[in-house]
């Protein structure tokens, strides 16, 4: 099992830049593949991006280009870094897990049902 605490959101201008970090507990995180979610008041909560156990990424297309997403192992954190901020990037964003530890092919077909450790999540806000 392993826990999820999402930092580093706030407020930003339209063009802005945010890193958000995720650490988690437990002693074998390198094996777990990670993934961010976001979800807007009245919307569903979309997939991000995502990475593998083994450093593959992944990311939505409204995202890609903007946003990227790492981790790094010895601090058992994952982060999101999000540049070029647009309005419409304003949304809590949650850190997440699938029960799937090690090989995770297509992981970046995944939805939120598919994943089974959150975060309280943290939100973003960019202003235009």
């Known amino acids: 099992q392993v826990q999820l605490v999402e930092s580093g959101g706030g407020l930003v201008q339209d063009g802005g830049s945010l890193r958000l970090s995720c650490a988690a507990s437990?002693?074998?995180?390198?094996?777990?593949?990670m993934g961010w979610f976001r979800q807007a008041p009245g919307k569903e909560r979309e997939f991000v991006a995502a990475?593998?156990?083994?450093?593959?990424?992944y990311y939505a297309d409204s995202v890609k280009g903007r946003f990227t997403i790492s981790r790094d192992n010895a601090k058992n954190t994952v982060y999101l870094q999000m540049n070029s901020l647009k309005p419409e990037d304003t949304a809590v964003y949650y850190c997440?897990?699938?029960?799937?530890?090690?090989?995770?092919?297509?992981?970046?077909?995944?939805?939120?049902?598919?994943?089974?450790?959150w975060g309280q999540g943290t939100q973003v806000t960019v202003s235009s």
């Open positions: 997440a897990a699938p029960r799937t530890k090690g090989f995770l092919p297509n992981m970046g077909t995944l939805g939120a049902r598919e994943y089974h450790y």
């Open positions: 990475i593998t156990w083994s450093g593959v990424t």
């Open positions: 437990g002693r074998t995180f390198s094996s777990y593949n």
